[in-house]
Nanobody, 128 residues
């Protein structure tokens, strides 16, 4: 059983930066696809960014709303994934969840239902 723990959330102002981290423990997570999703109050959960498993090429993908501002990266140990968030906007306010899973095909990487493991989330609030 893989456990995911996020850290790094907080309250910032428009234009600031934050770096979120997700550490996986237990099980075999080294070759899992790992991603970030977020959920704002009263809204559906939405895809943010993902880094595919090494076996699938390790490429990264982003939601259009964060492309150019957010960067997802995976540590060489492969059990930590980070999300560098720059030029934050009030609409980025949400609870950010880390997710991981094995064998996620490319067409499903933006679908939360494809991920097996989830963290509890970390709150990001961007004030205007």
């Amino acid at each position: 059983q893989v456990q995911l723990e996020e850290s790094g959330g907080g309250l910032v102002q428009t234009g600031d930066s934050l770096r979120l981290s997700c550490t996986a423990s237990g099980g075999t997570s080294a070759d899992y696809t790992m991603g970030w999703f977020r959920q704002a109050p009263g809204k559906e959960r939405e895809f943010v960014a993902v880094v595919r498993s090494r076996g699938s090429g390790g490429r990264t993908y982003y939601a259009d709303s964060v492309k150019g501002r957010f960067t997802i990266s995976r540590a060489s140990t492969r059990n930590t994934v980070s999300l560098q968030m720059n030029s934050l906007k009030p609409e980025d306010t949400a609870v950010y969840h880390c997710a991981a899973g094995p064998g996620i095909i490319l067409s499903s990487i933006r679908n939360g239902a494809a991920y097996t493991y989830w963290g509890q989330g970390t709150q990001v609030i961007v004030s205007s």
